[in-house]
């Protein structure tokens, strides 16, 4: 069965450090892959999304980026956090018409 | 600009009673319609999904959709308290196409 991978669970980091959340998943090949954040009492924001290695597109232009080193691995990265990066990060994946199985999670606080 | 649009709620029943959430969506030619249930600080997880016109029936959820009024409800029959929480609905153009979320509708059941 798949499986889908999320670290770090919580993350509270200073405003201007940097950011690496990585995502993983098990048991299927070439799956789409999303990373969306979830401000506090907001809905979904879809950050980027990758249909394969080193293939990336951005919805939303701010200071994130996104990176497909893997087949099943995508990584959400930030030079220098700013406070509005505050929320709730998650991976998704999917691999055709059963919809998006999310992973658990990365609650960030820019401090 | 695909749109998906919930009552933001929160929407409270009493336990037993039948809970009834509603969406509409913007892009008419839309195929795959999905019912996301998430929990306070959890990630979203699937609950039903829905492709044709009519009814789908899975426990003590139904979906429905009508693809002529751009409408799709989720109902929860035998409401608990464990169902409190929110619920998003995701509309997608295509099998395996992103997703559009609504903002989710909050859903409380009363002991």
């Known amino acids: 069965s798949q499986t889908i991978h999320q670290w770090p669970a919580t993350l509270v980091q200073p405003v201007g450090s940097p950011l690496s959340l990585e995502c993983t998943v098990e048991g299927t090949s070439n799956p789409n892959l999303y990373w969306y954040r979830q401000a506090a009492g907001r809905g979904l924001q879809l950050l980027f999304y990758?249909?394969?290695?080193?293939?990336i597109s951005s919805e939303v232009p701010q200071n994130l980026s996104a990176s497909r080193p893997q087949d099943r691995q995508f990584i959400l990265s930030s030079k220098k956090l700013l406070l509005s990066d505050s929320g709730f990060y998650l991976c998704?994946?999917?691999?055709?018409?059963?919809?998006?199985?999310f992973g658990s999670g990365t609650r960030l606080t820019v401090v | 600009q695909k749109e998906v649009e919930q009552n933001s709620g929160p929407l409270s029943v009493p336990e037993g009673a039948i809970a009834s959430l509603n969406c509409t969506y913007s892009?008419?030619?839309?195929?795959?319609f999905f019912w996301y249930r998430q929990y306070s600080g959890k990630s979203p997880e699937l609950i039903m999904s829905?492709?044709?016109?009519g009814d789908k029936e899975d426990g003590r959820f139904t979906a429905q959709l009508n693809k002529a009024s751009q409408y799709v409800s989720l109902l929860i029959r035998d409401s608990q308290p464990s169902d409190s929480a929110t619920y998003l609905c995701?509309?997608?153009?295509?099998?395996?196409?992103?997703?559009?979320f609504g903002p989710g509708t909050r859903l409380s059941v009363l002991p």
């Open positions: 990758s249909v394969g290695i080193g293939q």
């Open positions: 998704a994946w999917t691999g055709g018409r059963y919809g998006y199985t």
């Open positions: 829905i492709y044709s016109n």
């Open positions: 995701a509309v997608a153009h295509n099998y395996g196409q992103n997703f559009v």
């Open positions: 892009d008419r030619v839309s195929q795959s």
